[in-house]
């Protein structure tokens, strides 16, 4: 109650102080007529790094589709009598590995690897949560109170934690490493999806649509879920580049994807072991990496600026 | 349009002249305390557009007086005060002088500025909780900057704390100053900000909106104690857009619009003779209550509803303001409760439309039950508007909420034109939805706002599958039409209208599917006074022309009186007196109708007595007893309306 | 209510999670493929002898006839007299005996990586807070934003090429003394000092903009008195919800970078446990972990109590305080990091700084 009475009075003060702005708004009458969407997006536009940054996940996600065709040889073949060549060397643009592979045909099936387990992993989480979290968001009572209690009993669980009793458990295929990924991932979506359902069904625009007769599953459709697609956008950029990392940990942990597919956490652990001789092993991947994880970064802060207006900078 | 105001006729060029002899000599200052001069405000944003927020203001306080700044919201009022103490973010940029005793506070250095702040200028905010530090003991709050100031320190500046706790009249002010702003009520809480400003002992006290954010039984409480520092000499500029308060506390009245000083002059003077014309408009628009009607007066009783008096806003000013708000009821004799709570109509029960019975509401929260609503019994008959008013935490929201089943009731029933509303499902309920609609307190909040007007409109229509595509948007033209939004701007999203027309949307919405009741919910509380009274015009008129009913939730006395058939007073979810208007405002009995009625400064006449104490409870025992026909009492066992002494 | 009957109730609750996260952990080891003495099977060539002497425990507790809930009683009475038996994978040495040598060793780098985290990120949030929209702040935010999109063993490698292979200053794995400690300290500070600071920002913004702050400025307050008494002390008093997740998520082992530097602490441990299939170890560690993580969200709450005059007086009426006034993406530092928003009620907006990946070690 009070904090009502709160921002009331704030706005209410910001309102005096913003007057001028507010005057100058009027004055630009013609306001182009807008949905959210369209205008979280020319708001993202605007952020030419952001936009750079998705731009470039565009570029990666071609690469990884095409890597069968850019790589210029198998990552599987071993040459051991071409082991550890530094780069440039017969043709092998990045060297060969501990094995004689070429590294740089291995970083693009890695790529592919990350953003294949990167999205499909979200894909999961997202659809899990969307809708356990709408369902418990709307309905409240006991599926509600179930949500809270199971989420409550996974945040003991470290973060990677539960992802690694999961690969255990169903082993080391690409399929598994998905669904262990998504699995540990789409609670703290589901609170997510659940808390924003909860922020909206309080809001006299939702109770006015209740009022107007419109059904509970019609409400959380063409009410709730659009003007959920920005925030949850924000999360799902992410936590993309989260699953990444946690891919890649697995493997560095020896219980990512099966050899001989290659991840960026097994070139890493595997290039570790002759850092100090052979350091061009680590630092490839390790800089694709990094420049994947910016881009996403980069992307959800846009996204964020772009979607969520009652930031403290628009203040 | 704001410089046409500016440079507006006669009393405007008054304060012009003020200004020049202001200007001539350092000595023209005695007498005023305060004196401000070309003040303008300038906001810089960050892409280095600059819109201006004041243009011009000029005024003057005198020693030990009182000045009201009167304005809307975005009239640069609250920015011109904090303009002044060099409170604003340093985007903006101030320009003009401010002379405090001679000295200009805009030309001050920092740390002179500093000793004036406090010292020889109290500031008291809109809203106590965010104003107060909620981590900080009153105690730390009160007497810091006596330590800043070298006032006091120590167990002395403790007892000056004390004793300004005291001076606002809050309770055991020695153990009331070691908690927290938070464990305190409202009401005490502005009047421990009040004591944080003066307890430095400063000359002057600027007041921004200090009891907006009030009930109104607290507002008096809290106006009060400002007006007893102005009988003790303290000068005072109080910011308020209410002009009863400005008339009640002020002597002079400053009336702000977009920037500009419109209009400068005595308060009575201002009231009585206003020379502006958005001064006239100000005036006209503002509701008083009027108590003076009596149901004797049988002949407004009968009047028609658009042929009276009534609408002081198409009213002249000419007439004698005592009496602005004229009777304009229908028929009230051919309708009361009954003991059951029941409209009992001349035809017998034929013409209610709705009828509750019993309801109740219990909250189970966290901290406890929350009892919002109990036992309330009431019926509305065909295109009456029953009125429900109460101060926060009545009931009365959740009230509207199970009338229109948006909150699940704990005990009764609502019966609407035969139906059970409570245990109507599916497609039943879904036929009731379509004639009961709901008006919300916050337009923008409660429409769609990814869909255009015109779609929010339709969407009702749309949802109960009425006409085809191309019938309901010709519809939805046709109800915006109704309420005055432009055909060419239908297209256009909830957030490209102004707050007035976002509520006029919100009506056509609630229209949409020709409701016979409209539940309104402080349908005007968020809007400014000339926009309420626009609203308020379109409800009546509307009603008048549709033949709603309408259940009209409120906490603005003036307001319900001005559109309500009968009225329902509520308060800890207990209905306490229940009567036709004109009577309820000629002859209210119950002891807590009459402090509701009492705390309402009206602009014209004399503001009544007042001996209500808000912090003490509203004792909500006792039984509903019918002391007239149509008119309810809630009256303890021994036949005395109200709370027992205590 | 009492304090005092609150902690009892929370350390109920405490207990009770706990048996259920057992229950959970125990649960899905049962689904692993391959029991213990399949384990035990492919072990025995290298263990040697060993297994027959030490083995007859691990068969008793184990054992292919022994019903999955006598196993499960068996190890929680173990855990609850810090007595859990002998592990698969070495059967002379107990999950105990390897989980009290490995704790000091992450405790070792946490302790060090928190106060860092801490002495860096508090200045800077605060820096950028007073100087929002000038360049500092820009720039600070950039980098931070950056920052924090990187996981920490990414920034151990950086290191490890900067300082161990171009430079050769530092050792590149191992854990054999002090110098080995710079490494991971500092890679596994960075990322929580970057949230951190964006913390302390936008909480010291947050506090800047409420009226209470303009209040005292018109009771004549100077800039820095201001500042100090009533910004500063206010954004800090939830800065303890971010220090206590930070401080567990490090003390529960930095997994990855122990992995990469072969640092021999619990994290290492677990992964070990995790390769090996070893359930005792695995129930063990996972059981550790989760009680660790509890008692410090209980120690965060009752801090907060204690520092917040309005939760710890609605702790007295008996509210539950544990919910809605903390910064609800805190309670989550899962793999998904992000903002899960809070319980629909109460509280303060997370702030901004939340919303991006958590502390991903």
Redesign the interface.
């Known amino acids: 109650m009070s904090d009502g009475v709160n921002e009331l009075a704030r706005a209410g003060l910001s309102k005096d102080l913003a007057v001028g702005g507010a005057l100058g708004a009027g004055s630009g009458k013609g306001v182009r007529a807008q949905s959210e969407l369209g205008r979280g997006w020319a708001r993202f536009k605007r952020n030419k790094l952001a936009l750079g940054s998705l731009i470039f996940i565009g570029v990666l996600v071609a690469v990884a589709i095409a890597a069968p065709w850019l790589a210029p040889m198998s990552y599987t073949e071993q040459d051991l009598a071409g082991r550890l060549l530094p780069p440039l060397t017969d043709g092998h643009m990045l060297g060969t590995d501990q094995l004689g592979r070429d590294v740089f045909s291995r970083l693009l099936y890695s790529l592919r690897t990350a953003l294949m387990i990167g999205f499909s992993a979200e894909l999961v989480a997202l659809l899990v949560a969307l809708i356990i979290g709408l369902w418990a968001g709307w309905r409240g009572g006991k599926a509600e109170s179930l949500l809270m209690s199971f989420t409550d009993v996974m945040y003991a669980f470290p973060s990677y934690l539960f992802s690694v009793l999961l690969v255990v458990i169903m082993g080391r295929s690409v399929f598994a490493i998905i669904l262990a990924i998504g699995i540990a991932g789409w609670v703290t979506q589901a609170r997510l999806v659940r808390a924003q359902v909860l922020k909206m069904k309080n809001l006299e625009y939702v109770e006015a649509a209740r009022s107007i007769g419109t059904g509970g599953v019609a409400i959380t459709v063409r009410h709730i879920l659009p003007n959920a697609v920005g925030p949850l956008l924000v999360t799902t950029s992410f936590a993309i580049p989260g699953a990444i990392i946690a891919e890649s940990g697995l493997a560095l942990m020896g219980l990512g994807v099966a050899p001989p597919t290659p991840s960026w956490g097994a070139m890493i652990i595997d290039g570790y072991t002759y850092v100090l001789a052979h350091p061009h092993l680590i630092a490839a991947p390790l800089a694709l990496f990094s420049l994947t994880m910016l881009a996403f970064t980069w992307t959800g802060d846009g996204l964020r600026d772009a979607f969520d207006s009652s930031e403290e900078d628009h203040a | 349009m704001s410089r046409n105001w500016a440079s507006g006729r006669d009393k405007h060029d008054a304060v012009h002249n003020a200004a020049s002899t202001g200007r001539v000599g350092a000595e023209a200052v005695t007498g005023a305390l305060l004196s401000v001069r070309e003040l303008a405000v300038e906001f810089r944003n960050r892409r280095g557009e600059v819109s201006a927020a004041v243009n011009r203001l000029d005024m003057e306080v005198p020693v030990g007086g009182a000045v009201a700044i009167v304005g809307e919201s975005g009239s640069g009022k609250t920015v011109s005060m904090r303009a002044m103490l060099r409170l604003l973010p340093e985007t903006a940029q101030v320009s003009g002088s401010a002379l405090l005793a001679g000295e200009d506070l805009l030309a001050l250095p920092e740390p002179k500025l500093r000793a004036v702040r406090g010292q020889q200028v109290g500031m008291v905010f809109q809203n106590a909780m965010s104003a107060l530090n909620p981590t900080r003991t009153l105690k730390v709050q009160l007497t810091e900057h006596l330590r800043w100031h070298g006032i006091a320190t120590g167990r002395e500046a403790t007892q000056r704390a004390v004793e300004a706790l005291d001076r606002v009249g809050i309770p055991e002010p020695a153990e009331r100053i070691r908690m927290y702003p938070f464990q305190l009520s409202g009401g005490q809480r502005q009047r421990a900000m009040i004591a944080m400003a003066i307890v430095a002992g400063p000359q002057l006290l600027i007041a921004d909106e200090p009891t907006t954010a009030l009930d109104v039984t607290v507002q008096r409480q809290v106006l009060d104690v400002l007006k007893q520092l102005r009988e003790d000499g303290m000068a005072t500029v109080m910011i308020t857009h209410d002009l009863g308060v400005a008339k009640y506390l002020c002597d002079e009245v400053v009336v702000m619009r977009h920037g500009d000083v419109v209009e400068s002059a005595p308060v009575r003077t201002f009231i009585t003779n206003a020379q502006h014309a958005y001064s006239q408009q100000l005036l006209d628009t503002a509701l008083d209550v009027d108590t003076t009607a009596d149901e004797r007066d049988t002949s407004f009783a009968t009047a028609d509803k658009g042929a009276t008096t009534g609408a002081p806003a198409r009213g002249a000013r000419t007439e004698v303001p005592a009496v602005n708000v004229g009777e304009q009821r229908r028929d009230v004799e051919t309708s009361r409760i009954d003991e059951s709570g029941t409209t009992v109509t001349a035809e017998g029960y034929a013409t209610e439309l709705i009828w509750a019975q019993d309801l109740a509401k219990v909250f189970h929260g966290r901290g406890g039950d929350v009892h919002a609503v109990t036992d309330v019994n009431f019926a509305i008959a065909a295109r009456e508007t029953l009125g429900v008013v109460g101060e926060s935490g009545s009931g009365k929201s959740t009230l509207a909420r199970l009338i229109t089943r948006l909150v699940e009731p704990s005990a009764g029933s609502v019966s609407f034109d035969g139906h059970d509303m409570l245990t109507a499902a599916g497609r039943e309920l879904k036929g009731l939805r379509r004639r009961v609609q709901m008006v919300f307190q916050n337009p923008y909040a409660s429409l769609l706002p990814h869909l255009t007007v015109a779609a929010n409109v339709h969407e009702p229509l749309r949802v109960h599958g009425v006409g085809s595509k191309a019938e309901r948007e010709a519809r939805a033209v046709e109800l915006l039409d109704l309420v005055g939004i432009p055909r060419e701007r239908v297209n256009q999203y909830p957030r490209q209208f102004s707050g007035g027309q976002q509520q006029r949307v919100a009506i056509a919405r609630a229209l949409a599917l020709e409701p016979e009741l409209l539940v309104c919910d402080e349908p005007t509380s968020a809007l400014d006074v000339s926009i309420q009274a626009q609203v308020l015009d379109l409800l009546e008129d509307l009603q008048s022309r549709l033949g709603l009913s309408m259940l009209f939730i409120t906490h603005n006395l003036a307001v319900a009186q001005r559109l309500c058939d009968r009225i329902i007073v509520m308060a800890s979810g207990h209905i306490m007196e229940t009567a036709s208007t004109p009577r309820l405002f000629g002859r209210p009995q119950h002891p807590y109708t009459q402090a509701l009625l009492a705390a309402v400064l009206p602009i014209h006449g004399e503001p009544p007595p007042w001996t209500h104490n808000p912090d003490v409870a509203v004792d909500t025992s006792g039984e509903l007893v019918e002391t007239s026909p149509g008119h309810w009492v809630r009256m303890s066992v021994n036949g005395r309306a109200g709370r027992p002494e205590r | 209510m009492t304090v005092l009957s609150y902690l009892g109730r929370r350390l109920v609750r405490l207990v009770l999670?706990?048996i259920?996260?057992s229950i959970?952990?125990f649960g899905?080891?049962q689904?692993?493929?391959g029991s213990f003495s399949d384990l035990a099977d492919v072990g025995s060539t290298a263990l040697g002898d060993q297994t027959s002497a030490d083995g007859g425990d691990l068969v008793g507790r184990y054992g292919d006839d022994v019903p999955a809930w006598e196993q499960y009683v068996t190890f929680m009475q173990g855990l609850a007299t810090w007595d859990m038996g002998p592990t698969y994978k070495y059967p002379q040495t107990s999950v105990e005996e390897l989980i009290g040598e490995a704790f000091p060793v992450s405790l070792s780098l946490a302790v060090p990586a928190t106060l860092l985290t801490l002495v860096i990120a508090i200045p800077i949030g605060m820096l950028a807070a007073v100087k929002k929209?000038r360049l500092a702040d820009y720039g600070s935010i950039f980098t931070l934003?950056?920052i924090?999109?990187?996981?920490g063993?990414?920034f151990a490698?950086?290191l490890?090429?900067i300082f161990?292979?171009g430079l050769g200053w530092l050792p590149?794995?191992g854990w054999n003394g002090p110098e080995y400690m710079i490494i991971p300290v500092v890679a596994l500070a960075v990322q929580p000092t970057a949230q951190l600071a964006r913390y302390v920002r936008?909480s010291m913004?947050?506090a800047l903009?409420?009226?209470?702050v303009?209040?005292?400025?018109?009771?004549?307050?100077?800039k820095r008195?201001v500042l100090v008494?009533?910004v500063l002390?206010?954004s800090l008093?939830p800065l303890v919800t971010v220090v206590g997740p930070i401080f567990a998520?490090l003390a529960?082992?930095t997994?990855?970078v122990e992995?990469?530097l072969g640092i021999p602490g619990l994290g290492r441990l677990?992964?070990l446990a995790?390769?090996t299939?070893d359930m005792p170890l695995?129930m063990g560690t996972?059981l550790f972990?989760?009680a660790i993580?509890?008692v410090l969200n209980l120690i965060v709450d009752l801090t907060y109590g204690l520092?917040?005059?309005?939760i710890r007086?609605e702790q007295r009426?008996?509210?539950?305080w544990r919910r809605s006034k903390r910064p609800?993406f805190l309670?989550?530092?899962?793999?998904?990091?992000?903002?899960?928003?809070?319980?629909?009620?109460?509280g303060k907006?997370p702030p901004?700084a939340g919303?991006?990946?958590?502390?991903?070690?």
């Open positions: 999670s706990l259920v996260v959970i952990t899905l080891l689904l692993v493929p929209d934003t950056t924090q999109a990187l996981p063993y990414l490698l950086l490890v090429l161990s292979v590149v794995r936008s913004l947050e903009r409420d009226e209470y303009t209040a005292a400025y018109a009771k004549g307050g100077a008195t008494r009533h002390r206010n008093i998520a529960t082992g997994v990855f992995v990469l677990f992964t995790a390769r299939r695995l996972t972990f989760a993580l509890m520092l917040d005059p309005r007086h009426r008996g509210g539950s609800a309670r989550d530092s899962q793999v998904f990091g992000g903002d899960s928003g809070d319980d629909g009620g109460g907006r901004r919303a991006g990946v958590g502390v991903s070690l």
